[in-house]
């Protein structure tokens, strides 16, 4: 909940709070695995079911780095969640998704309306199916700024 609840923000100066909560919980899944399985590339031998619920979460959040310029540190109390992070988005089971498309289709989230709720100001959700996410120009990554049109997102002629 803690990293939709900061890429819906819409207040800038609630940002570092928004990004603190969401360390505190890599820092606890990081202490999770160091407990279970330091050296281990996946929470236990072979990618299973917890990588099956946590890969698209860390794929949907990559609209945080995106909108929000959001990084895990690179610091020791985020290092074996970053390397079970990144064993679970190269496993071949999670390729079916791709940033641009999370990035794209998740735009409305950025500006606080989720789910498919219309922007003020707009007709069109990004997470129409169509124009295909494929064909539509990247979203400003300003989402503090001003908000996207339909047409400037490529959603309508």
Same mark, same amino acid.
């Given at each position: ?5 900061f890429?819906?923000n819409?207040?800038?100066d ?9 360390l505190s919980?890599?820092r606890d899944?990081n ?6 399985n ?9 990618f ?9 979460m860390?794929m ?5 780095e ?15 969640? =970053?390397?079970?992070m990144?064993?679970?988005l !190269?496993? $071949? @089971?999670? #390729?079916? *998704?791709t940033?641009?498309?999370i990035v794209?289709?998740y735009?409305d ?5 989720g ?13 129409t199916?169509t ?6 120009p990247?979203?400003? =990554? ?6 996207? !049109?339909? $047409? @400037?997102? #490529?959603l *309508?002629?």
């Amino acid at each position: 909940m803690a990293g939709y609840l900061f890429v819906m923000n819409q207040d800038r100066d609630r940002r570092d709070a928004c990004a603190d909560k969401l360390l505190s919980i890599y820092r606890d899944i990081n202490d999770f695995l160091l407990e279970h399985n330091p050296d281990g590339r996946y929470l236990f031998d072979d990618f299973g079911l917890a990588e099956a619920v946590f890969a698209p979460m860390f794929m949907r959040f990559w609209f945080l780095e995106y909108y929000e310029g959001f990084q895990l540190p690179d610091t020791p109390e985020y290092h074996r969640v =970053r390397a079970w992070m990144q064993a679970c988005l !190269s496993h $071949e @089971a999670t #390729g079916q *998704v791709t940033r641009e498309e999370i990035v794209k289709l998740y735009y409305d989230y950025a500006l606080g309306a989720g789910n498919g709720a219309l922007v003020e100001g707009r007709s069109v959700s990004s997470f129409t199916f169509t124009p295909h996410w494929r064909d539509r120009p990247w979203p400003p =990554r300003d989402k503090y700024g001003d908000n996207a !049109s339909d $047409e @400037a997102l #490529g959603l *309508v002629a």
